[in-house]
């Protein structure tokens, strides 16, 4: 494995625990052939999560790196699954989370981050 991979999956496993703590049970779906790098379905017994499941992309850069023409790609996919899309990314040694279609959209108008 090189190690662009390794540093890739060792994010999303990082990822994947914070969503853990707040409640929800995550599914990783290695090597990004999937519409997502980790499915997040929330735990009907915790009344602060929403409804629906999170479609989560992961791209360990900055934020301002990423793609808009994938954002927009990704936004469609979550909104035919009824889905809240998530994009996870690095400030520095930092996670930034981008979490809904509003966050999402204001990232596309100008990478305003949450």
Not at 12 to 29: A, L
Not at 51 to 72: G, N
Not at 89 to 95: F, H, L, P
Request: charged share 35%; glycine share 8%.
């Amino acid at each position: 494995m090189n190690k662009r991979y390794i540093a890739g999956k060792n994010f999303e496993y990082k990822v994947k625990e914070h969503y853990e703590k707040e409640g929800y049970y995550v599914v990783r779906t290695a090597g990004s052939k999937g519409i997502a790098d980790l499915v997040a379905i929330p735990n009907r017994e915790n009344d602060f999560l929403p409804e629906l499941a999170l479609l989560i992309q992961c791209k360990k850069m900055s934020y301002k790196k990423v793609s808009k023409r994938e954002i927009r790609k990704f936004l469609e996919t979550a909104s035919k699954y009824k889905a809240i899309p998530v994009l996870a990314t690095k400030e520095g040694k930092r996670t930034v989370f981008f979490e809904g279609e509003d966050a999402l959209n204001d990232f596309l108008l100008g990478g305003k981050k949450k």
